[in-house]
């Protein structure tokens, strides 16, 4: 798996935009990129996943730029609740298991 | 209806001991994962298992013994617990080996 660069911490007011980036310079072609998030305490918790276009679920928006080789996680109205470690990973899909890999993730405090 | 259940909690028991930690899935999923978050927050694959049999023993000591009676539920069976045992210990699951993993709330393991 490519390895994933993040911030190490990051502040959001309440309400904002949470945007949090991720280099995966070394993606491969076949390699999805996934964000999950672990909550104080709490086993991680899938995101958004996608491949080379811009995905948008019910939790978050993912933009990944046209050479793939980063991406953002957009919350778009932060809460309290989204104060947590998020961890971008990249993976592949098909051809059976493929390790999953966390590394130290980014984490989010989201500021009354 | 919990995704990824996990039995116990906390544990809390001395050097020496064997315990278990049980994990079920009713999500209809064919994989299922242990993974152990040690002190440092680094989440790191120990086993996975597709439809009950093993497919990746990421080098656990052989004290750490995996079982699947079938493929809603696996199992963690640890002997002669050491204090660098002690961490918090996620199952997973994932339709395929390859699909996005789902992640059980943990069970926290303290070692005296």
């Known amino acids: 798996d490519a390895k994933t660069t993040q911030p190490p911490s990051m502040d959001c007011a309440e309400g904002r935009a949470a945007n949090l980036p991720c280099n995966h310079s070394?993606?491969?072609?076949?390699?999805?990129v996934y964000w999950y998030r672990q909550i104080h305490s709490q086993g991680p918790q899938y995101i958004i996943h996608?491949?080379?276009n811009n995905e948008t679920n019910e939790m978050a928006s993912l933009i990944i730029t046209e050479d793939r080789k980063s991406s953002t996680l957009i919350l778009p109205h932060a809460t309290l609740r989204d104060t947590a470690v998020y961890y971008c990973?990249?993976?592949?899909?098909?051809?059976?298991?493929?390790?999953?890999?966390f590394g130290t993730g980014t984490k989010l405090q989201v500021i009354p | 209806d919990t995704a990824v259940s996990q039995t116990p909690k906390y544990l809390v028991t001395q050097m020496g001991n064997d315990k278990s930690i049980k994990c079920e899935q009713n999500?209809?999923?064919?994989?299922m994962y242990w993974y152990k978050q040690d002190s440092k927050k680094f989440l790191k694959i120990m086993f996975s298992?597709?439809?009950?049999?093993?497919?990746i023993n990421e080098t656990v000591p052989n004290r750490f013994s995996p079982k699947s009676p079938d493929k809603a539920h696996l199992n963690l069976h640890i002997n002669s617990l050491e204090l660098g045992d002690s961490a918090v210990y996620f199952c997973?699951?994932?339709?395929?080996?390859?699909?996005?993993?789902?992640f059980g709330p943990g069970t926290r393991l303290t070692v005296l």
């Open positions: 996608g491949l080379k």
């Open positions: 070394t993606i491969s072609g076949n390699e999805y």
């Open positions: 298992y597709n439809n009950k049999e093993l497919i």
């Open positions: 999500l209809g999923h064919d994989t």
């Open positions: 990973i990249v993976r592949a899909l098909g051809g059976g298991y493929q390790k999953v890999t």
């Open positions: 997973a699951s994932s339709l395929l080996a390859e699909d996005t993993q789902y």
